[in-house]
């Protein structure tokens, strides 16, 4: 295998774009096809391909959307629009993903390299989105703002569309690429977006030894680097001899759907487990964001009556709910719980 060789890879897994790359002995035009491939399944009288990992892009699906949901509600945390972006484009990708790998656009049609373009051009959106979301941690530039929102979403858009158009040229054979001329989409798809998620793992393990108490954080990032570092080791080495042992049922890009989601999900883990949020500001989403203590009293009657309250010098108001009867007149005190900053590095 030569540096920016797709030959190797594509013998031992099934991508969907390896009918686009490579040649065979067969013709130098039908691209390269691997050794071992999942066995498909028919429904329906429909044919389906990969079901394993069909089946694992349809849980990613509805994972994701519980995670939006989640990340949604926490309306006062830091980085939420951001983060959401990342699980918009990966919820995007799985969509294109069970599109190919089911075989709704099957090998040998037209739309077929603009669907393996987009895919590719996706994945690499995602990377650089998880890795400029890796900044915000450190406060280079205010969260939620518009610099944030959109320098994230217009990177993301351009650098989808630079990967989608050099996957497509190489494709399609336009301006000097070619199928059996594919260094610059080895290097995009492997070098640059590896060391995006490379540098994005370690400005988070900076940020929790820097900035944080506790080490629980540094958990879910070795999980997350032990699920994606699995998968693509034993898709691109043993997914060929997985394939042969399990008679066709599974191959390697089961292993690496499944390991993907849940690296994408340690992802979440983590950002949940460092990001807390603001109850001052919370919108009715928990319950208990204050600390209600009564003296014994009663309640005024008008709840927008002001007295003075024993022992304090100054007037508060009282916002009650209904006709309450104690024998000394007090107030009823609310007293906002201690908050912290969303990294934990101070309280307020």
């Known amino acids: 295998m030569g540096f920016g060789d797709f030959q190797t890879i594509c013998t031992r897994v099934s991508l969907p ?26 429904l329906a009288n429909t044919v389906i391909f990969q079901g394993a990992a069909s089946f694992v892009h349809i849980a990613a699906l509805i994972m994701t959307v519980i995670m939006i949901i989640h990340v949604r509600s926490k309306f006062t945390a830091v980085g939420r629009k951001e983060i959401t972006t990342f699980f918009y484009i990966f919820f995007i990708l799985t969509i294109f993903s069970l599109v190919l790998d089911a075989g709704v656009v099957p090998p040998g049609s037209n739309a077929l390299p603009w669907f393996a373009a987009a895919q590719i051009g996706l994945a690499s959106a995602l990377c650089l989105s998880l890795f400029i ?28 569309g630079i990967t989608g158009l050099i996957a497509l040229l190489t494709f399609q054979s336009w301006a000097g690429l070619s199928p059996t001329k594919t260094t610059g ?19 988070q393990i900076l940020l929790v030894l820097g900035t944080l108490q506790d080490r629980w954080p540094l958990g879910d990032i070795l999980f997350g680097v032990f699920f994606f570092v699995t998968g693509q080791v034993v898709m691109y080495t043993v997914g060929e001899t997985l394939c042969q042992q399990a008679q066709h049922y599974l191959d390697g890009l089961f292993i690496a ?36 203590k009564e003296n014994p009293g009663i309640l005024l009657d008008d709840p927008y009556e002001t007295v003075p309250t024993k022992g304090v010098g100054r007037e508060n108001a009282v916002y009650g709910q209904g006709r309450h009867s104690a024998s000394s007149t007090t107030l009823l005190q609310l007293q906002p719980t201690k908050r912290q900053s969303v990294h934990g590095a101070m309280d307020y």
Do not use: H
């Open 133 to 160: 979301n890796g900044f915000l941690g450190f406060q280079v530039y205010e969260d939620g703002t518009t610099l944030s929102v959109w320098l994230l979403r217009l990177s993301s858009f351009a650098w989808f």
């Open 257 to 292: 759907s499944l390991t993907n989601l849940l690296a994408v999900m340690m992802v979440y883990k983590y950002w949940d487990s460092i990001t807390t949020e603001d109850l001052e500001f919370s919108v009715g989403t928990k319950v208990g964001n204050w600390d209600v």
């Open 17 to 42: 774009f390896c009918p686009l790359v490579g040649s065979s002995k067969i013709s130098p035009e039908s691209g390269t096809q691997p050794v071992c491939y999942s066995r498909t399944i028919e």
């Open 185 to 203: 989409l080895f290097v995009v798809m492997y070098l640059f977006n590896g060391g995006f998620l490379l540098v994005y793992v370690v400005m």
